[in-house]
């Protein structure tokens, strides 16, 4: 077999020549998130076990494949300011799409005939040459112009001169997948009302996929958008309120609320062994911490991991059940004192931890069995769906996964805690500490002389720091009764916890609460926390910022949220339905 790399490099011409409306510049490009599920969904491997298993061309993990990620923006990726090109980014981009065009052949979406290892040489190579053009009619998400279907279609001839026909496939379907088409969101337009532009119904179809299933159309939008038949509010929102019924739906949703609430924060933590091991993992505090520390600390690293893991996917569970089987406001979001709790065991049966936050109360239905395997250590997760008392936890504020993820190692953060809260919540811009203040914090020791709230007011109290610790140190003080590790306490250094604490919210004033509980309760029933969530789902639709002309449309979308008593999914259709979603700025002629 050749060698596909050879020609890879003249076969990312492939999509370039035909003339395309870029619309605003920048142009946004596929989040490896959506590059890996819309390879998958294109490919028909939508279950990840479907997915051949590795081969002498296919070293390591088959999919999902890692791309540079994009720098964030109010958390997200996907938006147009956080993706940077870079040389690396284009070779990534280039062996990623080599990759995947290697599997072509035997995805069960590719082949346009039936059996075709059964047909003969000439017919099997014309049925190749139509099912690369089926399959970039659907990865580039629009009719294919008459100019694409001749460059694919000799660009694939050239490719079966020298080569056999897997390898033609693949290099021809690696030229696909690296092309701007693919790679980039490229809307067609034409002129709208005033300065906006109307969306094709093709550039429509891709936007509420990719909006709602982090992925490209189903053949129902290609066919809406053949018909012509996705250009009214009313059109989208039928489409929109089918999307939301799919399994593709829940799993966009979790993945923007796991962007939203920082869960990924817990893998950059690690809790103070000497302090959490005794609960978490005792079989590390058996060993000798002089004779044996890096034993003891290997055995503390396995049990982080199956912990993180653990509650990263109890509130992932949380999201998808509140959103979609639970009441679905983002009131329940802030309050449901349902959840799940995690059983952690190692495949060697060496250690069982319990990730979970007593007192609870356990039930046996609907459990959910996770493997993680890293390559070296492996656990078997055994995830319950549990009830927390009404008095301690009050949801997604108290999952385990956020409090772990906004603490140091020995105790908790009240001032990452309540910098979440501003900004994830009230939609507050804090800014940069200034410079030296993280040499200021106190240490993060087990001899400390006091609480930790008090020595946070200790230390912010002067007129420098007071003007923004006032809110920061007022919300993270709410959820001081929970350890590094979410754990509730009562005491702190012998003190009983002191947990209330005031916050300013926007345009309402500043409401008092009294412990976590109670602040999630008056942020539930506030208009300037439910016009913040909007505003974060709506940005991460756009993929960009707001600017004030958008003023308008988006208090509309605000407004139908607040009426709609916090309904989740119905703020997604609402994002669906306005101008700012169908419509975009018209572009403006160089000179003019």
Not at 339 to 365: L, M, N, R
Request: charged content about 25%; glycine content about 8%.
């Amino acid at each position: 077999m050749s060698n596909p790399r050879t020609l890879l490099v003249p076969l990312l011409l492939i999509g370039c020549g035909a003339t395309h409306d870029p619309g605003q510049a920048p142009l946004r490009r596929l989040t490896p998130t959506e590059y890996n599920r819309t390879i998958a969904h294109l490919y028909g491997f939508d279950d990840v076990d479907a997915w051949p298993e590795p081969d002498d061309e296919l070293a390591g993990p088959v999919w999902p494949q890692s791309l540079p990620p994009d720098i964030e923006m109010y958390g997200f990726e996907g938006m147009i300011d956080g993706q940077v090109a870079s040389p690396y980014l284009v070779e990534r981009y280039q062996a990623v799409a080599l990759h995947f065009a290697r599997l072509a052949s035997v995805a069960p979406y590719f082949w346009t005939c039936d059996a075709p290892s059964t047909l003969d040489d000439d017919a099997r190579t014309r049925c190749a040459a139509d099912s690369i053009e089926k399959l970039a009619h659907r990865a580039w998400r629009r009719t294919l112009t008459a100019e694409e279907r001749t460059r694919l279609r000799t660009t694939f001839e050239r490719n079966t001169d020298g080569h056999d026909l897997h390898d033609a496939i693949t290099l021809t379907v690696a030229g696909v997948f690296s092309a701007p088409q693919f790679i980039y969101h490229l809307e067609a337009a034409t002129p709208g009302e005033g300065s906006r532009e109307n969306l094709s119904d093709f550039a429509m179809a891709s936007r509420l996929s990719y909006f709602l299933w982090d992925s490209l159309p189903d053949p129902t939008l290609f066919e809406q958008a053949h018909r012509g038949q996705l250009g009214t509010a009313r059109q989208l929102d039928d489409q929109a309120r089918r999307m939301l019924k799919s399994h593709k739906a829940r799993e966009a949703v979790v993945h923007f609320h796991t962007q939203w609430l920082e869960l990924d924060r817990i893998h950059s933590t690690r809790a103070d062994l000497d302090t959490y091991a005794g609960r978490y993992a005792p079989e590390a505090l058996a060993l000798d911490p002089v004779t044996e520390a890096q034993d003891r600390e290997e055995v503390w690293s396995g049990a982080l991991l199956g912990l993180r893991a653990g509650m990263v996917r109890e509130a992932e569970l949380f999201v998808e059940h509140t959103v979609f089987h639970g009441g679905g406001t983002l009131g329940d979001l802030l309050t449901d004192h349902h959840g799940y709790i995690t059983e952690v065991e190692s495949f060697e049966g060496k250690q069982t931890t319990a990730a979970g936050y007593h007192p609870v109360e356990i039930h046996d239905s609907h459990t959910y069995a996770l493997d993680l395997d890293d390559g070296n250590l492996g656990f078997q997760l055994t995830l319950r769906p549990a009830t927390f008392p009404e008095d301690q936890r009050s949801g997604l504020l108290t999952l385990g996964a956020v409090l772990a993820g906004h603490a140091h190692p020995v105790h908790p953060a009240p001032v990452l805690r309540g910098r979440f809260v501003l900004e994830q919540l009230t939609c507050k811009t804090m800014g940069q500490p200034p410079e030296g203040a993280e040499g200021q914090a106190p240490p993060d020791t087990l001899d400390a002389e006091s609480t930790n709230r008090a020595r946070i007011e200790a230390i912010t109290q002067s007129s420098a720091c007071i003007g923004c610790h006032e809110n920061i140190n007022g919300a993270g003080f709410a959820f001081e009764n929970f350890d590094s590790m979410g754990g509730w306490r009562d005491q702190d250094n012998g003190e009983t916890v002191d947990a209330s604490g005031t916050l300013h919210l926007p345009g309402e004033g500043r409401i008092t609460f009294d412990g976590p509980v109670d602040l999630g309760k008056q942020l539930a029933a506030s208009r300037a926390v439910h016009d913040c969530y909007a505003l974060h789902w709506t940005r991460y639709a756009l993929g960009r910022d707001l600017v004030p002309t958008d003023d308008a449309a988006l208090h509309d979308i605000q407004a139908r949220f607040w009426m709609s008593g916090g309904d989740i999914q119905e703020l997604l259709v609402a994002i669906v339905r306005s101008d700012l979603f169908r419509t975009r700025e018209a572009t403006t002629p160089e000179g003019t």
